[in-house]
């Protein structure tokens, strides 16, 4: 399963790391972010919760970069 999450971030660079905090978290297959778009592209394992998931990505990129914000 793909969902796309709008989000915001104030540099490629922070969005960078928020691809690969998103990408380390159980139950992401792939993950894309893309900052021109404001959008993080995510495919899910088969058979993940992707709600409790995302609740995850969103820590984890939380860790990564505190200024950022991913619209659940
Ligand atoms: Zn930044």
């Known amino acids: 399963m793909k969902k796309s ?5 104030d540099c ?3 969005a960078n790391k928020m691809e690969i905090a998103a990408k380390g978290t ?3 297959k792939d993950a894309v972010v893309n900052f021109m778009t ?3 592209n995510v495919e ?3 058979g993940a919760d ?3 998931v995302m609740q995850d990505v969103y820590k984890n ?3 990564v970069e ?6 659940l």
């Open 5 to 9: 999450y709008k989000i915001d971030v």
């Open 12 to 14: 490629a660079n922070c």
């Open 26 to 28: 159980p139950g992401v």
């Open 38 to 40: 404001l959008k993080m």
């Open 44 to 46: 899910f394992e088969d």
């Open 50 to 52: 992707h709600k409790a």
């Open 61 to 63: 990129c939380k860790r």
């Open 66 to 71: 505190d200024d950022c914000e991913i619209y």
